[in-house]
C-alpha cells in the first residue's frame, strides 16, 4: 500500500539525514545532537516519503531513464495514492484540509475557552501553543483549501482541459501537504512553538524546538504551494479549450490565476524568512541578532513581503466563487466583467508594495510611513471594483436563494465590514492605537474567515453535486449557512470593541472590565464551532446517501456543468467548442459553449 | 483495479504545443527561484549596505566565477548536440559541464575554508556571504546532479531531435543558475 511505503520511506530517510549530520558531528569533534540532525532528517524523510508514496514509481524512474508507471488506478482506492487526475487530488485537497480546518477549529475553541473568564485556565505557554498552532493550521487551510481543492477540481474542467498542465507535478504538490501536518503536530511533542503564526524574531530565534519543526514544515509548504502556482498558471495559460479566450474565461479561473501568480513569486520571501530564523539557530548566523549586528526588523520585512500579498492568495479565489455564484443565482451576466478582472490583476500589482503598514509600530524609520499608508489605501481601488462587480450582477437579478447563494451574500457582508475596518489599520494615526489589539484580530478574521471561508463554503455546496454526484439536504445547507452567518458575527464584532479598548491579541489573561466582550463573543464561538457538526453531518451523509444529482442541477452556464457528475476521467466525451461570454443569462441567441446544453429540470432536492 | 490511461500523455497536445507548455512551467519555475535569490540579496543589502569584508579572495572569486560562466558554453554545445542527435557530442559537452561544475563546488570550498579564517558565519558579512553562496551552490549541486542523470539516462541514445525537452530543460536551469551567480558575485565580491 502506497501510504505503508510512503511511511516507511519517511522512517529511512529520516534515519538516513539524522545519521548523516551525526557522523559529521563527530567526525568535526562536536558534541552529536541538537537542530541539526533534525532538519536534516525531516528533510530527507519527506523525501523518503514521496519517493515511497508513488513519486519513485510514477515519475522519478524516468529520471534514471527507466520506464515510469502510467497506470491511472480507479477504485475507492486511488484517494489513497499518488495518482495524477486532478480530480483526485482535488478531492484529496479538499478532504485534508477539512479534516485541518476541523482541528484548528477545535483549537480555536480551546482558545475561546481560556478567553472565557479574565483568569488563566491555560497557563500562558500552552495558550501561546495552542494559538500559534491554531494561527499556522488555519492559515494553512486558507492558502491550500480553495486553490488546491476547488482550483484543482473546477479550473481544469472550467476551461474544458482533460487535466493540469503538469499532472504528475500536481501529485507532487498534495504528496508534500502530509510531511507538513506531521511535523506541526510533531512540534507540540518536542517543546512547541509560541511565536505565532508569523514566527518573529528574536523570539523564534530562541524558543523551544519545536520552533525548528514549525520552520521544515512550513518551507515544505511553501514548495507545494510554489508548484501548486506554478501548475495553475500554466494550466489556464495552456490548456483552454478551443474558443476558450482568456476573456471568455469563468471568473473564478481569473482569480485562481491572479492568486497563483502571487505564490509562485511572493512564498520565497517566507521560506527565506523562515530558513534565516533557521541558520540563525542551527548555523550561528546573525542575521535576526541585535547583538551580533543584525536585525529582527528585516525578518519582519522579509516576511512580510509575502504574507501581505498572501493574502490575497486566500481571498482573490473567494472574490472568484463569490462573483461565480452571485452570476449564475442572480441569472444575469457578470456586471463589470473587465473591472472585476482588472481589479485582480490591480491587487495582484499593489500586493507587493504595500507590506510594511504591518510595521509602523514596529520601530521601523518613520518617513516609510506615509508611503505604505497611501499605497495600502490604494487598495481600495481594485477591491471596490471587484465589488462593484458583485453588487450590479445581484442589482434587480431574480435571486436564487440557494444555499451557494446565502454564502456568497454572507461574503459581501462580511467583506465590506473587513475591508472598512481595514482602513483603520492601514492608517497610521488609528494604527498607532489598534496595532496587536484585538481589533486587528477581528478584522483579519472578518477578512480571511467572513470573506474566504464563506466563500469556501459557497464553492462546496454549490460544485458538492459535480464533485460527489449526489445533492445535499438543501434545508439544512440553508441552516448551515444562516446559523453559521449569525454566528460569526456575534463572535467578532464584539472584539472589535474589545480592542478598541485595548484589550491585546495574543494574552490568555485580561482585565475585568474586558468580559462581557469576551464572554459573549466565547459562548458565540461555541456556537459557531457547533454548526460545522451539522455541515459536517449533511455533507458526508448526502456524499453516500443524497440522492443522485444530474449534470446540470443549477442550469449553470459554465463547462463544467456540461459534463456528467462526477465527470468521467477525461473531463469531456467530446472537446468542448467555447462559443461566447461565459454568463450569457437573459442574452437571447447567446451561448458559452456549443453545442448549446438545453438544461433539464432542477435537482431532486428542490 | 487499473485502467491504462493515455491521460498522462496529453494525447489532445501535438509534442510541439507540449513543448511549450514544459518550456512556460520551466520559465514560471525560474522566475520563482529568482524571487528567492531576490529575498537574500535584499536582506545582504538591508544589513550590510554596500559594506564588505575586506580579506576576500578576489583572485579565487574572479576564477571560479570565470569556471562556471564557461560551463554555460557547454552546456549550450550539449544542448544544441541533443538537438541534431549528435551522440558524442551531448556526452562530451555534458561531462565537461559537470566537470566545470564540480570544479566550481571546490572552489567554493577553498573559497570558504578561507571565509570561515576571517569572516565566519557569526559575523554580518559571513552570514550573508555563507548563506548567500551556499543557497547558491545548493543549485549549483542540483544542476550537477541533473546534467548526471542526464548523462546515465541519455546512454542509450534517447536523446535526440524528437525528444531533447529533459535536455534543454536542465541546460535552461543550468544557464539559470549561472546568471544567478552574475548577480551573487558582485553582490559579494564587488559593491563597496
Ligand atoms: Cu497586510
Given at each position: 500500500m502506497a501510504i505503508l511505503k510512503g511511511v516507511l520511506g519517511a522512517a529511512v530517510g529520516y534515519a538516513l539525514g539524522f545519521a548523516l549530520v551525526a557522523a559529521v558531528q563527530l567526525a568535526m569533534g562536536n558534541p552529536v545532537g541538537g537542530a541539526a540532525p533534525v532538519v536534516i532528517g525531516s528533510v530527507l524523510a519527506t523525501a523518503g516519503w514521496l519517493l515511497g508514496v508513488g513519486l519513485w514509481r510514477a515519475w522519478a524512474r524516468e529520471w534514471f531513464g527507466l520506464e515510469p508507471d502510467r497506470e491511472t488506478p480507479t477504485g475507492p482506492g486511488r484517494y489513497f495514492r499518488f495518482t495524477t487526475d486532478h480530480k483526485v487530488i482535488g478531492i484529496q485537497y479538499l478532504v485534508t484540509f477539512v479534516i485541518v480546518f476541523g482541528l484548528a477549529g477545535l483549537l480555536a475553541m480551546v482558545v475561546r475557552w481560556e478567553l472565557l473568564t479574565p483568569a488563566a485556565d491555560l497557563g500562558g505557554d500552552a495558550y501561546n501553543q495552542v494559538m500559534s498552532l491554531h494561527g499556522i493550521l488555519m492559515v494553512a487551510v486558507a492558502v491550500a483549501a480553495v486553490l488546491g481543492g476547488l482550483g484543482n477540481y473546477c479550473v481544469p474542467l472550467m476551461i474544458g482541459a482533460r487535466d493540469m498542465a503538469f499532472p504528475r507535478l500536481n501529485a507532487l504538490s498534495y504528496w508534500l501537504v502530509p510531511p507538513v501536518a506531521a511535523l506541526l503536530l510533531t512540534a507540540p511533542f518536542v517543546?512547541?512553538?509560541?511565536?505565532?503564526?508569523?514566527?518573529?524574531p528574536p523570539l523564534s530565534v530562541v524558543n523551544g524546538g519545536g520552533q525548528v519543526l514549525f520552520v521544515v514544515a512550513i518551507v515544505i509548504f511553501g514548495l507545494s504551494s510554489i508548484l501548486g502556482g506554478l501548475n495553475a498558471i500554466a494550466t489556464i495559460l495552456r490548456m483552454r479549450a478551443p474558443g476558450m479566450t482568456l476573456m471568455r474565461m469563468p471568473i473564478f479561473v481569473w482569480s485562481v490565476l491572479a492568486a497563483s501568480i502571487i505564490s509562485l513569486l511572493f512564498t520565497q520571501f517566507f521560506a527565506a524568512s523562515l530558513i534565516l530564523v533557521l541558520l540563525d539557530r542551527v548555523a550561528g548566523t546573525t542575521f535576526f541578532e541585535a547583538a551580533g549586528g543584525g536585525s529582527p526588523l528585516l525578518y519582519q520585512h522579509l516576511f512580510w513581503f509575502y504574507s501581505h500579498p498572501a493574502v490575497y492568495v486566500m481571498i482573490l479565489p473567494g472574490f472568484g466563487i463569490t462573483l461565480e455564484v452571485l452570476a449564475h443565482f442572480s441569472r444575469k451576466p457578470l456586471f463589470a466583467y473587465k473591472g472585476a478582472v482588472a481589479g485582480f490583476l490591480g491587487i495582484v500589482g499593489l500586493s507587493g508594495i504595500v507590506w510594511a503598514h504591518h510595521m509602523?509600530?514596529?520601530?521601523?524609520?518613520?518617513?516609510m510611513n506615509i508611503p505604505f499608508m497611501a499605497l495600502t489605501e490604494l487598495i481600495s481601488i481594485p477591491t471596490g471594483l471587484v465589488f462593484l462587480s458583485a453588487l450590479g450582477t445581484i442589482w434587480r437579478g431574480r435571486l436564487w436563494l440557494r444555499t451557494p447563494m446565502l454564502f456568497a451574500l454572507a461574503v459581501l457582508f462580511n467583506f465590506a465590514i473587513g475591508g472598512v475596518t481595514g482602513i483603520y489599520l492601514a492608517d497610521v494615526a488609528t494604527d498607532l492605537h489598534l496595532q496587536d489589539t484585538y481589533f486587528v484580530v477581528a478584522h483579519f478574521h472578518y477578512t480571511i474567515v467572513g470573506g474566504e471561508i464563506f466563500a469556501l463554503m459557497a464553492g462546496i455546496y454549490y460544485w458538492y453535486p459535480k464533485i460527489t454526484g449526489r445533492m445535499y439536504r438543501e434545508g439544512l445547507g440553508r441552516l448551515h449557512a444562516v446559523w453559521m452567518f449569525l454566528a460569526f458575527q456575534l463572535v467578532f464584532l464584539p472584539l472589535f470593541v474589545a480592542g478598541i479598548h485595548g484589550?491585546?491579541?495574543?494574552?490568555n489573561e485580561y482585565v475585568e472590565p474586558l468580559q462581557g466582550y469576551n464572554t459573549f463573543s466565547s459562548v458565540a464561538a461555541f456556537a459557531l464551532g457547533a454548526v460545522f457538526l451539522v455541515a459536517l453531518g449533511n455533507l458526508a451523509w448526502s456524499w453516500a446517501r443524497g440522492p443522485v444529482a444530474e449534470a446540470n442541477p443549477w442550469r449553470a452556464s459554465t463547462l463544467e456543468w456540461t459534463t456528467s457528475s462526477p465527470p468521467p476521467l477525461h473531463n469531456f466525451e467530446r472537446t468542448p467548442e467555447v462559443v461566447g461570454d461565459p454568463y450569457p443569462y437573459g442574452e437571447p441567441g447567446a451561448a458559452h459553449v456549443r453545442p448549446v446544453v438545453v438544461p433539464t429540470i432542477a435537482g431532486g432536492s428542490e | 483495479m487499473a485502467a491504462t490511461t493515455e491521460h498522462l500523455r496529453h494525447e489532445a497536445e501535438s509534442p510541439a504545443e507540449r513543448l511549450r507548455t514544459n518550456r512556460l512551467g520551466l520559465w514560471l519555475f525560474i522566475a520563482s527561484e529568482s524571487f528567492l535569490f531576490a529575498a537574500l540579496i535584499s536582506a545582504r543589502y538591508y544589513l550590510l549596505g554596500t559594506e564588505r569584508s575586506e580579506h576576500l579572495n578576489q583572485p579565487l572569486g574572479f576564477l571560479i566565477s570565470l569556471v562556471l560562466l564557461t560551463s554555460s558554453l557547454f552546456a549550450y554545445r550539449a544542448e544544441t548536440a541533443a538537438r541534431f542527435g549528435d551522440q558524442r557530442g551531448f556526452r562530451r559537452a555534458t561531462a565537461t559541464t559537470i566537470a566545470l561544475g564540480l570544479l566550481f563546488m571546490v572552489g567554493v570550498v577553498l573559497e570558504w575554508r578561507e571565509g570561515l579564517a576571517f569572516f565566519?558565519?557569526?559575523?554580518l558579512y559571513g552570514s550573508a556571504f555563507f548563506t548567500l553562496v551556499g543557497f547558491h551552490a545548493f543549485h549549483v549541486f542540483t544542476g550537477i546532479v541533473a546534467l548526471a542523470l542526464l548523462l546515465w539516462a541519455g546512454r542509450d541514445g534517447r536523446f535526440g531531435p524528437e525528444n531533447h525537452w529533459p535536455v534543454e530543460g536542465v541546460i535552461k536551469y543550468w544557464h539559470f543558475v549561472d546568471v544567478a551567480w552574475v548577480f551573487i558575485f558582485p553582490t559579494l565580491y564587488l559593491v563597496k
Open positions: 517543546g512547541g512553538w509560541d511565536s505565532g503564526w508569523t514566527a518573529y509602523f509600530t514596529s520601530g521601523m524609520a518613520h518617513f484589550m491585546n491579541r495574543r494574552i | 565566519p558565519p557569526s559575523t
